[in-house]
């Protein structure tokens, strides 16, 4: 999901930094001894960029503690290749000016893939219906319009996206074992209630909850058309909403907002593992 920019996201890390040091300073998963190359391509989901300790990679701020390394670590894989960065969509993976694509290679014999939420823009959409919530307002008529609901348009419309990034992985690295893995559940998944901390109109939260599912069944559906791998991660995280008190992921309020955090990282890593294994 794509973050604030900027001296804002600086500024904002470094606050969150001196908040929890204590117990955001974990160590990193044990590195590998093994053969085989890890290749990891995706957005803030994958890098996690303020989960301390951090690195940062072709300008990219990641978790040492992210997925893609605790898969590596799980896998006995030493080389292990992040390209994934804060507010990156399918466009980023396959274009711009340093598209993730081109770090796959032939060498590769595991390529994780975690995308599609920045293409529908749900941070946006999360900022927009926080805003009238805190108005008393709901938001699902800024989406649903006509008879046309936006957000179901978006899916659709990221879906070719998706085949496009799956099927250049393949080509590129045959031999490996690819693996695309969607978003854990950003609100509690029965009923209208949130919590302190997430401001949704209750009216919104069944339609917004719905317009995650979507997404998350059209990467499975990509997935499947592709022959890769697909981890679910939406159902898993049932009772790991930002409300539970075991969180995969923060709070709207928290820095950064609706984004994992270390337990939702490492949760969603052991899922691929798992997978993997």
Known sequence: ??????????????????????????????????????????DSFTANSTLLPTTT???????????????????????????????????DIMGGSAPQINKVTSSASVVM??????????????????????????????????????????????????????AAVKSRAPQARVVLYGYPTLLPMTGSSTCLGMTFASSDVPYLRAKQAELNVMLKASAQAKGVTYVDVYGPSAGHDPCSSTPWVNKVIDIPPLHPTHRGQTAVGNLIADALS
């Open 57 to 91: 990679t072709n300008g990219c701020n990641q978790s040492k503690q992210n997925q893609p390394r605790l898969v590596a670590s799980r896998l006995g894989i030493a080389d292990v290749t992040d390209a994934s960065c804060d507010g990156a969509q399918t466009g």
């Open 113 to 166: 893939v975690s995308i599609g939420g920045n293409d529908l823009g749900f941070s946006d959409i999360a900022v927009q219906c926080s805003k009238r919530a805190i108005t008393f307002k709901t938001c699902q008529g800024d989406y649903v319009k006509g008879g046309t609901d936006s957000l179901t348009a978006k899916v659709a419309a990221t879906r070719p996206k998706v085949d496009q990034v799956l």
């Open 1 to 42: 999901m794509k973050l604030v920019t900027g001296r804002s996201i600086r500024m904002a890390a470094a606050l969150m930094a001196l908040a929890t040091l204590g117990a955001a300073c974990g160590s990193a998963p044990t590195p590998g001894n093994g053969p085989g190359k890890l290749v990891a391509l995706g």
